[in-house]
């Protein structure tokens, strides 16, 4: 389970998106369920490359941020 402010990777292609595997991408919002859904925000710089909502199997923990 990811928390908020949480950085990931991406393990999957999204499709319609400009975004490759591995694309790092911080977490807004955790709606809770079963399984969990993320509101993230994906970015290049300092500009907002796409703001989607994610279920957790496209999702995988960025070892970067827990070094």
């Known amino acids: 389970m990811f928390k908020e402010h949480?950085?990931?990777k991406l393990k999957k292609p999204i499709e319609?998106?400009?975004?490759q595997v591995g694309s790092?991408?911080?977490v807004l919002i955790v709606h809770g369920g079963r399984p969990s859904v993320y509101e993230v925000e994906f970015m290049k710089g300092i500009r907002?490359?796409?703001v989607v909502t994610l279920t957790?199997?496209?999702m995988q923990p960025d070892e970067?941020?827990?070094p």
């Open 6 to 8: 949480e950085t990931f």
């Open 16 to 19: 319609g998106l400009p975004l």
């Open 24 to 26: 790092r991408g911080t």
């Open 48 to 50: 907002t490359i796409a």
């Open 56 to 58: 957790e199997d496209l």
């Open 64 to 66: 970067a941020e827990y």
